[in-house]
């Protein structure tokens, strides 16, 4: 069973960055599916951007070209960078990994966008 944590959330100004990053406990490399999703205030949750197999990527339209995904293999890590953030981009935001055929979730971090 992989377990996720994540890191770097916080408050953070609009127009300003953040890097989150996803520790895994357990080699993720040949994961199907590695990414993070995000559930705000009174909405369902989300998806913000994940990386397939074979290193394609898709990302919500929302944060296309603002946010970028990438993973390091060696640290079993799957980072997210947010740039430009606006105060809809508050959330709690989530690690995904679907690995060896299962799903397996984070327990998110706060990101809170405001001035």
């Known amino acids: 069973q992989v377990q996720l944590v994540e890191s770097g959330g916080g408050l953070v100004q609009p127009g300003g960055s953040l890097r989150l990053s996803c520790a895994a406990s357990?080699?993720?490399?040949?994961?199907?599916?590695i990414g993070w999703y995000r559930q705000g205030p009174g909405k369902e949750r989300e998806l913000v951007g994940i990386?397939?197999?074979?290193?394609?990527?898709r990302y919500a339209d929302s944060v296309q070209g603002r946010f970028t995904i990438s993973a390091d293999n060696a640290k079993n890590t799957v980072n997210l960078q947010m740039n430009s953030l606006k105060p809809e981009d508050t959330a709690v935001y989530y690690c995904?990994?679907?690995?060896?055929?299962?799903?397996?979730w984070g327990q998110g971090t706060q990101v809170t966008v405001s001035s």
């Open positions: 995904y990994v679907h690995h060896g055929g299962f799903p397996y």
């Open positions: 357990e080699s993720i490399f040949n994961s199907n599916i």
């Open positions: 990386i397939r197999r074979g290193g394609s990527t």
